[in-house]
Nanobody, 123 residues
Framework: QVQLVESGGGLVQAGESLRLSCATS????????MAWFRQAPGKEREFVAA????????YDAESVRGRFTISRDNVKNTMYLQMNTLKPEDTAVYYC????????????????WGQGTQVTVSS
């Protein structure tokens, strides 16, 4: 069973940066993807970005392209989300997840969720 623990959330001003971390334990199958999702108050959970645990390929949502970067450290078994030029609309709880299918952006395809970390961006 894979376990995921997020950290790094907080309160920042618009234009600032944050880096989220997701520490993993347990076996991640090579055909799975690691991903970040987020859920803003009153909105559905949405896909942010994903990365192949083995080869490091990535894909992301258009809303964060050019501002957010997903990466992983296989030695530390940790995934990261570097968030730059944050906007108030980025305010949400950010979740680390394991996706069953490479290329998926669907919450229904998530195998395991982390507990979430709050990111708040003030204007």
């Amino acid at each position: 069973q894979v376990q995921l623990v997020e950290s790094g959330g907080g309160l920042v001003q618009a234009g600032e940066s944050l880096r989220l971390s997701c520490a993993t334990s347990g076996h991640i199958y090579s055909n799975y993807a690691m991903a970040w999702f987020r859920q803003a108050p009153g909105k559905e959970r949405e896909f942010v970005a994903a990365i192949s645990w083995t080869v490091g390929s990535t894909y992301d949502a258009e809303s964060v392209r050019g501002r957010f970067t997903i990466s992983r450290d296989n030695v530390k078994n940790t995934m990261y989300l570097q968030m730059n030029t944050l906007k108030p609309e980025d305010t949400a709880v950010y979740y680390c997840a394991v996706l069953r299918y490479w290329g998926s952006k669907e919450g229904a395809d998530v195998y395991t969720w982390g507990q979430g970390t709050q990111v708040t961006v003030s204007s």
